[in-house]
């Protein structure tokens, strides 16, 4: 007896299933008929939610509306205006194309369309009702231009996903943050929105920074910068916040491509990578950026949601989005050709001693602050007798080029190393706090982009060759590595399967044992593959994080003024190449406090 377990479904399951991917709550209910919207060329927009919009989510718009066979055929799945054929798949400028979103809400709710074409001279609309995927009623029905979307009780017939549904509060905010990205991607078209019959936003048609401070409130204005750069095939711009305006959450980071509202980590990760470490740990730069470039470049079709997508040149769209935030904030990269984007990484810092100090508003500690000219020269030249020859060279010295050339001029004396891992000196407002190793860690990473750009540098011979042998896989990377290493004054030669001679390393490396060294770097190099997109910075931190010196090193006070002039010749001398501060100021007014001397 054989018996048949394959089935066909039937088209109302296919939609309710197609409807679990795309419809996972009210909010997307509302995202889709607002794309509808928007493609159907609206210039205003009307939203009212009920119970979080598991009531009700109605969307009205003014856009060219729908003959009546088209509005009983936009419910039916597959049905688009959208695209014809494969080919235009591929070149997606509509938000939506795969006539599924309609379809999907109607199997899984009461739904409501009435809508009037604005291109005929009939004055009158027609209305469907659809209920779980079964139209009730076609009938003609008054009404004024544009479509009407009313979608009620979701997910009524499907009781295990309607279970899966917050309390209306919380379904209720998705809601609102859905709308206002929408609102965001379009600030020239008028939105309305409604929650439990109160208004809360009335937005007219305006330009973007009036519509993000209306969205989000005025204050977010103040710290932001604009951004506008074009590249080759891109475009891209908005606004990123000040690196001293950032945000506790990753919230307020809204990135568009061409007009949709995406989520990328790497994009999102490039231009975080753009504020190089300026921002410390658990603080995140604000945005509202507009990527637009040929929808060909572009697979929006690869998300259910489509809040993914795919570029053809990933790494292009990345270093460009980072260029144009870093020119924004006025950055010079001092590695010409390279950037300096630097990523902070969790797993990095919390190996080690806690990361940064986040001083709250108020605090007198200031992390990664950069030191004014003045200070500067008070840290490297502390207050002298009027008079003397100390006092003459401060007078000699352009203010503004203090930081960076005043090289001979620092006083050893005035310094002092910590249990071999800070070093302490007293500027005019208190006093700077250097961490040995994140600061060392800057200054390699810098030289060794420079190195890496310029071709070769320096190196040393050692005195006899040392020996790495690596397991299979290991080899595989390492070779990949070797032609960077060169670049540095590494001379590697293969000496047999896996095995490799060391002849040569960095002129001025201090490391006791140069293989584990390497073998350091190999690690960090693999472990960072995801985070670093470039692989000249992927080396050079690399190199920097493992020959730099370490916490315990004990350093003669010419090597703390070494380290502290070479900092500062640092392009981005407050962080380390992971966006932990190099130095930290504390102030007078916070020994102050602490001894009750405030009054
Ligand atoms: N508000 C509207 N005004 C005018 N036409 C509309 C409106 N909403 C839907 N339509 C028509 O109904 C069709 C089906 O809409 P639906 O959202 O299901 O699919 P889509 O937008 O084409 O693709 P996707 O499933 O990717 O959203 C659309 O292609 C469009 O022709
Ligand atoms: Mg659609």
Redo the contacts with the bound molecule.
């Keep these: 007896l054989s018996s048949n377990r394959i089935n066909l479904l039937d088209d109302q399951i296919i939609s309710q299933i197609a409807a679990g991917e795309v419809i996972e709550g009210p909010s997307a209910v509302l995202k ?1 008929l607002c ?3 928007l ?2 060329g609206a210039l205003s927009i009307t939203v009212a939610i009920e119970s979080g919009g598991k009531k009700l989510v109605k969307v009205a ?1 003014d ?4 003959s009546i066979d ?1 509005l009983s055929a ?1 419910f039916k799945r597959h ?4 695209i014809r054929s494969a080919e235009e798949l591929s070149a997606i400028s509509t938000l ?8 999907s809400i109607a199997s899984v709710a009461r739904v409501e369309a009435v ?1 009037r074409e604005t291109d005929t001279d009939s004055i009158e609309g027609n209305r469907i009702s659809i209920e779980g995927g079964n139209i009730l009623e076609i009938s003609p029905a008054g009404s004024t231009t544009g ?1 009407t ?1 009313t979608v009620k009780d979701l997910f009524f017939n499907t009781p295990a996903r309607k279970k899966f549904l917050k309390n209306d509060k919380s379904e209720s905010r998705k809601c609102l943050l859905t709308f206002k990205s929408l609102c965001l991607s379009r600030s020239d078209v008028e939105f309305n929105y409604y929650s439990e019959n109160r208004k809360l936003l009335n937005l007219p048609p305006q330009s973007l920074k009036d519509r993000i401070s209306d969205v989000f409130g005025g204050d977010i204005i103040e710290g932001i910068i604009d951004v506008d750069f074009a590249e080759g095939d891109y475009r891209i711009f908005g606004y990123v916040s000040e690196k001293e305006h950032t945000k506790r959450t990753r919230e307020f980071q809204y990135l568009y491509l061409n007009g949709r509202r995406i989520s990328d980590r790497r994009l999102g990760a490039s231009i975080y990578s753009a504020y190089s470490g300026m921002v410390a740990q658990g603080d995140f730069p604000f945005y509202f950026l507009f990527l637009e470039m040929d929808p060909s470049l572009v697979d929006v079709n690869v998300h259910p949601a489509k809040s993914e997508v795919r570029f053809r040149y990933e790494n292009q769209v990345a270093g460009f989005a980072r260029r144009a935030v870093q020119r924004s904030l006025g950055i010079e990269s001092v590695m010409g050709g390279f950037n300096s984007g630097l990523q902070y990484r969790g797993n990095y810092t919390s190996q080690r001693q806690g990361g940064p100090s986040g001083a709250p508003g108020e605090s007198a500690v200031l992390v990664g602050n950069k030191l004014t000219p003045e200070e500067y020269r008070l840290l490297i030249n502390p207050p002298v007798s009027p008079g003397s020859r100390e006092q003459e060279l401060i007078d000699l010295t352009d203010e503004n080029k203090l930081p960076g050339e005043s090289v001979d001029r620092f006083i050893p004396e005035n310094l002092f190393q910590l249990h071999n891992k800070y070093i302490i000196a007293q500027i005019k407002s208190g006093m700077v706090v250097f961490d040995q190793h994140a600061a060392h860690e800057r200054i390699l990473f810098e030289q060794t982009l420079n190195h890496l750009e310029a071709g070769k540098a320096p190196s040393q011979k050692l005195l006899f060759p040392h020996f790495l042998e690596l397991s299979p896989g290991d080899s595989e990377i390492f070779e990949e590595m070797i032609p960077w290493l060169e670049k540095m004054g590494f001379a590697i030669l293969a000496s047999g399967p896996r095995l490799y001679q060391v002849e040569t390393v960095p002129a001025g490396l201090k490391v006791s044992d140069e293989i584990s060294m390497i073998r350091g770097m190999l690690e960090y190099y693999k472990e960072n593959e995801e985070q670093r997109e470039d692989n000249a910075e992927r080396i050079a931190a690399s190199f920097a994080c493992k020959a730099a010196i370490k916490a315990g090193d004990s350093l003669t006070p010419e090597e703390m003024v070494g380290l502290i002039e070479a900092l500062f010749r640092t392009g981005t001398s407050f962080a380390c190449p992971h966006g932990r501060p190099t130095y930290i100021r504390i102030d007078m007014r916070e020994f102050d406090r602490r001894f009750g001397r405030l009054t």
């Excluded at 049905?79 to 959208?82: F, V």
């Excluded at 939506?96 to 379809?103: M, S, T």
């Design positions: 889709e794309e509808n919207s493609d159907a718009d856009g060219f509306g729908m088209d936009a049905s688009t205006s959208k939506g194309f795969r006539g599924e979103a309609l379809a809508s479509t979307v």
